[in-house]
Each structure stands twice: as C-alpha cells, then as structure tokens.
C-alpha cells in the first residue's frame, strides 16, 4: 500500500522526466531502494536518504520541504524501526500549526534574537554610525556572471523577461534582494569596498521587517568551508552548533535543531568571503553551491569569483551586482565630521582634514592628490585613516601628501595598515596603567602577538580565530610532544606529592618520575591516535553539567560511553601495567625472563582495574550531561567560560568516581589474579594509594588531551605565552584587541576587522620592517 511519501516521491520523479534508473545513479543509491520506496514496500525512509534524493531532483525549498516531512509522517505513523531508535537525519517543519513546526518556529525565533544583538553590537564596536554609515552603491555587473534572467525570476519553460532594476544603496539591499524571486544575490566587491558592512546591515534589516515564518539572516564566513569533506548544509549546522552550542540538542526526527533549521528553510546564509576560500576549493565550491537550491547572498572579490564562473558555471539562478568606489564628495562629506573642530574657524570651523581635501579638489592632477585619491575609494581605508588622523588629535592627516615618504598609492595603503595597530595601542593623554579598565599593551609586542595570530590564521586558511585551534600553529608531532610533555609533569607532580603521604620522600620521587613519563607517554598516543593524526582539533562541548535536577538529556548512549570506557580503560591498564612492570624490574635488576612475566600480570591487572573503572565513570558522567541552552555562548569568551565549567564539573565527578573504583577494582581483581599468577602483594594502603593517584592523574591526563578547554591550557596559557608568541594573558589581550576595533566576534570565534589587514600583519610577522610613524608634514606635492 503506497502511503504520502510514496505517491509524492513518485510525483516528483516524473516532474523532473527522470526514470528510476537514471534517478538511482544521480542520487547514489539503488534502485530498489527507489523502487521500494514509491511502491511502499520499504516503510522506513531514512532522512538521509530523502535529501540525496531531494537534492537529485534539484526540488525547490517547498517540495523539498514537503517531502521531508512526508518521510518523517511516515516514520512516526508507521512506528519505530526494527532498532527502536530515530534514523539520524534532519528534521523537518511540518505543516503550519503542527507541533514540529511550532517547535522550529520557536527555535528560529530564539536564533534570530541572537542574531540580531550580535551585529547591532558589532555594528556599534565599529563605529558604523559615528557619525553615519558610509555610503556603500553598486552597479550592475557583466552578464557572464550572472544567471540567464528566467532562472532568476524562476519563469516557466518558455518564458522570457528582461533584467530586473537592482540598482540601490546600504539601506536598500533588502528591498533589492527582495526582487529575487529565486533569492539568489552575488556582491562582488574589491578588498575593503565594503562587502562585510552590507552583509550585517542586510541581516540586521531583513530581521526588522522578518515574519515568524520567514528565514533567518545569519552571516557564515565561508573562507573556512572545504566543499571536498562536508557538504553545504552539514557545514551550515556545523557552524550554527559552534556559534550556540544548544543547537547541538536534538530535535524533531532525531537531527540536531541546527540541521532541522537548515533543512527546513529557516536559515537564510549569508556566505561572506567566498574569496577567502583555499585557491584549489573555490571551483568545488562554486559547484557545491549549485548543487543545492537554498537562498542565500554570497560574497566575494570580483577575480576571484569571474575565476571560478570561468572554470565551472555561474551561481544557479543568482543575479550579480558589483559596489562602487566613494567619490570626493563621499570623503569631504565624511572625513571633516570624524574629527573636532579648529578653533577660531568662524561658521564654518575649519577642520585638520580641510588642507587635504582642498588638495584633492584644486589639484587632481599632483601626484600627491592622485595617489591619496586612489586610496582614500575603499570604506575600509577610510576608515583607517580616519582612526589614524582623525581619532589621534596629534597626528596630522597633510601627512597623507607627502610624496616623498609615500611615493605609491601602496605605500600610502601600508602606512594606514601598519599605523592602525600602532595608533589604537597607543596610550592616551592622561592615562596611566592600571587607572581604568582597559589594559596596557606596548605597541610593537601587540603588533607582534597580533601579527603570529594573523600569521596562525593565514597557515590555516581561515578567518576564524578559534580559541581551541590555537595550539595548531604548531605541526602535529610538535603539539602531541608539549601535550604529552604537560601531561607527563602534571601526573608526575600529583604522583610524587600523593605518594609522600605513603611512602619515603626518596622512594616517591622516582615513582612520580616513573608515572609521570607513562602517563605522558600514554596519553601522548591516545592524543595522536585521536586527534593529531587526524589534524583535528578537540571541539568545544556542546552540553553541560547538570547534577541536580532533572532535564533533558543530552542524547548520548550511557550504554555506548561505557563500552567505549571499558575498551580504553583495558588498553590503557595493559599498556600502563606492561611498561611499569617492566621499568620497575629492570630498576631492581630482576631477570628478563622474569621482567617481562611479572610485566605481562601487572598489565592484565591493570588493565582489569581500568577496564571496571572507566567503563561506569563515563557511562555516568552521560547520565549528568544537560543540552545547552540555545542562547548560551554567543561570544568567544562565553564558550570559553562555559566549557570550562562544564570541564570543571566532569572532573570534580570523575576524579573520586574514577578513583574509588579502581581502589576497590583493584582489591576484587587482585583474588582471582592471584590463583591465576601467584602471590601478589597488596593491601589496603596500596588501594588507597593508587586510588587517589589515578583518579587525580586520569582526571589531568584526560583533561589535557582531551578537552578543548584543557587543550586552550596547555598551549595558550602555557606553551605560546612561555615561547613569547602570545602575552600571559591570552583571553584579556583578545578581549582588548576587540574592544579597540582590531578584531571582530563573529559569533563563538574572533575575525580580523577585515581580511586585508589580517593578511598585513601575517606578512609583516613573517618579514618584519622598519615602521614609519603616523607623524609629519607635508612635503613636495
């Protein structure tokens, strides 16, 4: 008996004039799954499933939308699958009024007010308004890259239409993109025209005249995307889980909420910088992009994107518009409103930006006007100079025209980049260290620390400064030698201190030298076998610690998590009982024979203790896990604060949980083991002993290697700080660089202000140069 799901797919595939033959090898799958699923003879649909086919047929937002939600009906009202359990997929809306789509529409809501004060806040840290944004226009772009107009307007076959007006300025690129029907919109744009300020006050806008049924706006870096391992909408989730980890909860259908956003609809991305993606990926990206049928606005440096267009296609049903250089009348218009008045200047007072602007006006043609003309086109030099000259009363802008300290317009450009950090660090009138909130930085070092960031993020090819991956400025072997080189001191030290409490000063100190290199050791390769070798990164939690009370879960099997521990607790034990028996034989001189005996017990004792400790630890620590609110961790330093309380609360659990049980463990496994070796010597005091130190040591060696708040320990308050990379106080200097407009939060992560002086620093970090001092006069024109 066909169902819903089976007479639409059926209805879809014969729209799009495509057998199931043909239908099978476009989507991967087979055709008697296909065939299965139209006849009803397979009644359980996998949502994975249903968007390969989805995206095969190149079906629009609603059909799409509709059958989804005809595959997740259909599993619901035939009942759960043979393994009781929710086929991972992405939910779906439903119909209007239905409780998956009310539970979505709440959600999308949540997201959009979050959305909303992020950039209003960003907006206001940039100063957009002080005192007026600057105008940002465009233009139509060449034909060959747009889409032909009846894909844009989404005309039926046969249908023919001229191009639409997309003519308009910063206040009215919603309007302009709402002239889409395909809602599809490229902004091309040279480095600094202003790209990312249209893409915040695009989102900003939409989301003051946004329905509750209509997408949300959310900006999405896209230079981090590599179309060859995640797909377009899996990337999407990925990030929106970043940026509020409570997304990560699931949702209807068994998917996490971010995917079902994405899936349904509900998120409009605005993918900014497809410019910054790898040179080798834009083509990948370009036609991964085509190969889905979602709105979005992405945008790009114009080479960049004509490249790709010339190497693969145009963006599918995309219209392309291009902004325009300010002009002369933008500058004298905006600049003499950014700095105070000259005294004495009657009614009209005088400002320091007037001598410039009259050079520009009465003399176009010297070569100093042409040169400050060419680079004063871009807000983002603009803007430069206005935070070098106009917010620095002692800096004279006429410096600007002379010629022969700046003899190109990209020299004049270097001079803006290379003093905007020099003049936002530099101290102000009156101010003394530790007079006011903002902490004191000398100049050249947070030149330098910002410049190995830029040059961190440059070698990663990323905008996003994240503050788990900053120990990957470092190679794989390196980072897995000072993780395990922290780990080794910490267990050492918890060793060598626990243990005087049992034994000799002497004795203790070289079994705390003993463990603590074991410890290193093993954690060492379960941190490259984990993570390094994979060149991952351990990713922030997406729950957290819920001790009292009761909440939802998390999702997470306890049953799964206590397989998982035993099998790790019963290599570890082995391989820390192996290596310990045989370090401890050879210190007393016992025969090989006999070393690698007693090794091969203490390792299968160990390894038992570990085993039946480890396995009930994690299978517990689930137990306590709560999804994160939706609105928590909206910035860097909030996810950063709230992993480590939920790693903190892990630990506090784990720790006298872990310990606890491999003393008494240790006790149950010594009977049998006895008959099974012959006699072990063993006692209470040795069970306390090892008790404590594992669960103190186990709880340090996991929270180094294998949290990304441990991980943020051990490289960027230890490692980079102790090699001069990074100051001591890694999250204030952040905190403070943002605060003076060098960097920007974009979301849970940090960005540059903007791309190009990222890439700036990063080459002056890599070939540092003499700097040259915002002071000075004019010279010779």
């Known amino acids: 008996m066909t169902s819903e799901f089976s007479a639409l797919l059926k209805r879809l595939r014969r729209e799009a004039k495509m057998t199931?033959?043909?239908?099978?090898?476009?989507?991967?799958?087979?055709?008697?799954?296909?065939?299965?699923?139209?006849?009803?003879?397979?009644?359980?649909?996998?949502?994975?499933?249903?968007?390969?086919?989805?995206?095969?047929?190149?079906?629009?937002?609603?059909?799409?939308?509709?059958?989804?939600?005809?595959?997740?009906?259909?599993?619901?009202?035939?009942?759960?699958?043979?393994?009781?359990?929710?086929?991972p997929g992405p939910a779906t809306g439903g119909p209007p009024g239905s409780a998956l789509h009310e539970t979505l529409a709440d959600v999308a809501e949540q997201v959009a007010q979050t959305v909303a004060a992020r950039w209003q806040r960003e907006e206001e840290q940039r100063?957009?308004?002080?005192?007026?944004?600057?105008?940002?226009?465009?233009?139509?772009?060449?034909?060959?890259?747009?889409?032909?107009?009846?894909?844009?307007?989404?005309?039926?076959?046969?249908?023919?239409?001229?191009?639409?007006?997309?003519?308009?300025?910063?206040?009215?690129?919603?309007?302009?993109?709402?002239?889409?029907?395909?809602?599809?919109?490229?902004?091309?744009?040279?480095?600094g025209?202003?790209?990312?300020?249209?893409?915040?006050?695009?989102?900003?806008?939409?989301?003051?005249s946004r329905g509750r049924a209509d997408a949300v706006p959310v900006i999405f870096s896209i230079g981090s995307w590599d179309p060859t391992a995640i797909t377009l909408r899996d990337w999407l989730a990925a990030q929106l889980t970043r940026d509020q980890p409570g997304l990560a909860a699931s949702g209807p259908g068994g998917s996490s909420l971010a995917a079902a956003l994405v899936e349904t609809g509900r998120i409009l991305p605005v993918l900014d910088g497809f410019d910054e993606i790898a040179d080798g990926l834009r083509r990948p990206a370009l036609e991964a992009l085509n190969a889905t049928t979602l709105p979005l606005l992405l945008t790009s440096r114009p080479s960049e994107y004509a490249a790709a267009v010339a190497e693969t296609d145009v963006?599918?049903?995309?219209?392309?518009?291009?902004?325009?250089?300010?002009?002369?009348?933008?500058?004298?218009?905006?600049?003499?409103?950014?700095?105070?008045?000259?005294?004495?200047?009657?009614?009209?007072?005088?400002?320091?930006?007037?001598?410039?602007?009259?050079?520009?006006?009465?003399?176009?043609?010297?070569?100093?006007?042409?040169?400050?003309?060419?680079?004063?086109?871009?807000?983002?030099?603009v803007t430069l100079a206005r935070a070098v000259y106009s917010d620095t009363p002692d800096h004279d802008p006429a410096a600007l025209l002379d010629t022969r300290r700046f003899r190109t317009p990209e020299e004049l450009e270097d001079h803006l980049l290379d003093n905007f950090t020099a003049t936002v660090y530099r101290p102000r009138p009156g101010h003394h260290p530790g007079s006011g909130s903002r902490r004191t930085f000398d100049p050249e070092r947070a030149q330098y620390w910002l410049g190995y960031l830029a040059h961190h993020l440059t070698r990663l090819d990323t905008p996003d400064l994240e503050w788990w991956r900053l120990g990957h400025g470092l190679r794989r072997v390196p980072r897995t030698l000072v993780t395990s080189l922290v780990i080794c001191v910490a267990i050492g030290l918890v060793d060598g201190v626990v243990g005087t409490l049992f034994d000799s000063f002497a004795f203790q100190l070289a079994d705390g030298l003993v463990a603590g290199l074991l410890g290193g050791l093993l954690f060492g390769i379960a941190y490259w076998f984990m993570v390094a070798a994979k060149d991952t990164a351990v990713e922030p939690s997406g729950v957290r610690?819920?001790?009292?009370?009761?909440?939802?879960?998390?999702?997470?099997?306890?049953?799964?998590?206590?397989?998982?521990?035993?099998?790790?607790?019963?290599?570890?034990?082995?391989?820390?009982?192996?290596?310990?028996?045989?370090?401890?034989?050879?210190?007393?001189?016992?025969?090989?024979?006999?070393?690698?005996?007693?090794?091969l017990g203490d390792g299968l004792i160990y390894g038992v203790m570990f085993a039946l400790a480890a396995g009930p630890t994690f299978g517990l620590l689930?137990?306590?896990?709560?999804?994160?609110?939706?609105?928590?961790?909206?910035?860097?330093?909030?996810?950063?604060?709230?992993?480590?309380?939920?790693?903190?609360?892990?630990?506090?659990?784990?720790?006298?949980?872990?310990?606890?049980?491999?003393?008494?463990?240790?006790?149950?496994?010594?009977q049998p083991m006895a008959a099974l070796l012959g006699p072990v010597v063993w006692n209470v005091t040795a069970a306390l002993?090892?008790?404590?130190?594992?669960?103190?040591?186990?709880?340090?060696?996991?929270?180094?290697?294998?949290?990304?708040?441990?991980?943020?320990?051990?490289?960027s308050r230890i490692w980079l700080p102790l090699t001069g990379r990074l100051p001591w106080s890694v999250v204030t200097f952040l905190e403070d660089a943002y605060q003076r407009g060098v960097l920007r939060q974009a979301g849970a992560v940090y960005q540059f202000r903007h791309a190009r002086l990222q890439h700036h620093l990063a080459r002056a970090y890599r070939s540092p140069r003499p700097h040259q001092p915002a002071e000075g006069g004019a010279g010779d024109p």
């Open 315 to 381: 963006l599918t049903s995309a219209a392309a518009v291009e902004l325009t250089d300010l002009g002369l009348a933008d500058l004298a218009d905006y600049l003499p409103r950014t700095t105070r008045k000259a005294r004495g200047g009657g009614r009209r007072s005088a400002t320091a930006w007037d001598p410039v602007l009259n050079e520009l006006r009465e003399r176009p043609g010297s070569r100093a006007a042409a040169n400050l003309a060419a680079v004063l086109t871009t807000p983002l030099m």
């Open 689 to 715: 002993k090892l008790g404590v130190i594992s669960g103190l040591g186990g709880a340090l060696g996991y929270l180094f290697s294998l949290t990304s708040w441990g991980q943020w320990t051990v490289f």
């Open 622 to 670: 689930t137990l306590f896990e709560t999804p994160l609110d939706i609105r928590s961790a909206v910035n860097p330093v909030g996810l950063l604060r709230t992993n480590g309380r939920t790693v903190a609360t892990q630990l506090l659990l784990w720790a006298p949980t872990f310990g606890i049980l491999v003393g008494f463990g240790s006790v149950l496994a010594i």
């Open 193 to 208: 025209s202003g790209k990312s300020i249209l893409a915040v006050r695009f989102v900003l806008d939409h989301l003051k």
């Open 127 to 191: 100063q957009v308004h002080d005192p007026y944004p600057l105008p940002v226009r465009w233009r139509p772009v060449a034909e060959e890259l747009t889409d032909h107009w009846a894909n844009i307007r989404r005309l039926p076959a046969g249908g023919t239409h001229g191009p639409l007006d997309l003519s308009g300025q910063l206040d009215e690129i919603v309007d302009v993109y709402r002239r889409l029907p395909s809602g599809r919109l490229v902004v091309l744009g040279r480095s």
């Open 545 to 599: 610690m819920k001790i009292f009370g009761r909440e939802r879960r998390s999702g997470r099997s306890p049953l799964r998590r206590l397989a998982i521990g035993v099998l790790c607790g019963l290599v570890f034990g082995i391989g820390y009982g192996f290596v310990r028996g045989v370090v401890n034989g050879l210190w007393y001189h016992v025969s090989i024979p006999l070393v690698l005996a007693g090794s």
């Open 20 to 87: 199931q033959e043909a239908l099978a090898e476009r989507a991967g799958v087979g055709v008697r799954t296909i065939r299965g699923l139209e006849t009803g003879e397979r009644a359980d649909p996998r949502v994975t499933t249903v968007r390969l086919l989805a995206d095969a047929l190149g079906l629009s937002p609603e059909d799409r939308e509709r059958l989804l939600a005809a595959a997740v009906h259909r599993t619901v009202d035939d009942g759960p699958s043979d393994d009781a359990t929710p086929h």
